[in-house]
């Protein structure tokens, strides 16, 4: 299993484009860490969203 580490601070408007990027990858063995220290942007909405998919 591989991590892939993800620093995000207002930059919820990228993580939509690095999303679909990790979905559609064949190797699945990896874990998405995204690192949000207190956005004021939707960040947390957009990963609530990705949550929800459950991908």
């Known amino acids: 299993m591989i991590t892939?580490?993800?620093p995000a601070y207002n930059?919820?408007?990228?993580?939509?484009?690095?999303?679909?990027s990790l979905v559609?990858?064949?190797f699945e063995?990896?874990?998405?860490?995204?690192?949000?220290?207190?956005s004021s942007?939707?960040?947390t909405n957009i990963v609530d969203k990705?949550?929800?998919d459950k991908k």
């Open 24 to 26: 559609k990858q064949d």
């Open 11 to 20: 930059r919820g408007h990228l993580l939509g484009k690095l999303y679909q």
């Open 50 to 52: 990705f949550i929800q």
């Open 4 to 6: 892939i580490l993800t």
């Open 41 to 43: 942007d939707s960040t």
């Open 29 to 38: 063995d990896f874990e998405w860490v995204i690192v949000d220290d207190g």
